[in-house]
């Protein structure tokens, strides 16, 4: 064998060698078929994981640490955001107020079905709602923190929930419900609908499992509540007919 033909395999596999190195110095070049998402959709994704990272990690992280989280970079991120502040309150958008659902206000107030049945009904779908991992995580990181979102939601549900259930119950009872009373009764519509979030608290938040399923609970706790409901004034009967 001549001695070219020898040298020929060391050759080649000294160039595959080269290539190879090559490569490694070289960075890595996105895709040239990588898809730029359309404004609003990107929005909407930054959001999401926002989401996810409040949820995991509380709201202490600074701009720069959230778009390295997001997978983009702070100059980016204020192109769809002023600033973390407005972020946050798209996330409490997202994650508080587009999941309400309208049957909500008007089941608590229909009074074509029981005050107990309405309870029930409506615990069992705010619930299935609210009681996941993120969202509670979400809400308590957002108290401790002090940024908003938790404040604002207990506002919400004491004007479309806690005010509402305590003007029903009364009424189922015949109780008057006036400003003599009023802050009573929303404290006790407030023991009810803290009893049942604690139990979401306990599994979602603090990783414990309770005894029971959530649906039996919400029965429990919403027939034990009725049945202590305080009747300090009854109404009259002229009045009753006046309110239905």
Not at 150 to 171: D, G, P, Q
Not at 228 to 234: L, Y
Request: charged share 30%; net charge positive; proline share 3%.
């Amino acid at each position: 064998m001549k001695k070219s033909d020898k040298q020929k395999p060391l050759a080649r596999k000294l160039k595959g060698k080269k290539a190879a190195a090559k490569r490694m110095r070289s960075p890595s070049r996105p895709s040239q078929t990588t898809t730029r998402l359309p404004f609003e959709e990107r929005r909407r994704l930054i959001v999401k994981k926002a989401a996810e990272f409040f949820a995991e990690s509380g709201f202490s992280a600074t701009t720069r640490e959230l778009a390295e989280h997001l997978g983009t970079t702070q100059p980016l991120m204020y192109k769809y955001f002023k600033g973390k502040e407005q972020l946050i309150d798209e996330v409490y958008r997202s994650v508080f107020l587009d999941v309400w659902s309208d049957h909500w206000d008007e089941l608590l107030v229909d009074r074509t079905q029981s005050i107990e049945a309405r309870l029930i009904e409506f615990y069992i779908s705010y619930t299935d709602i609210i009681m996941n991992r993120g969202w509670m995580r979400m809400y308590l990181f957002a108290g401790l923190k002090n940024v908003g979102i938790t404040s604002s939601y207990i506002k919400l549900v004491e004007e479309r929930v806690i005010r509402r259930i305590a003007i029903e119950v009364c009424f189922a009872r015949e109780v008057v419900f006036d400003s003599s009373n009023e802050a009573r009764y929303l404290e006790i519509a407030w023991a009810l609908q803290g009893s049942i979030f604690y139990y979401g608290v306990r599994k979602h938040a603090y990783g414990l499992d309770p005894h029971v399923d959530k649906n039996s609970l919400i029965r429990d706790t919403v027939h034990i509540f009725l049945g202590s409901w305080p009747c300090d004034r009854k109404l009259s009967s002229s009045a009753l007919e006046v309110v239905s």
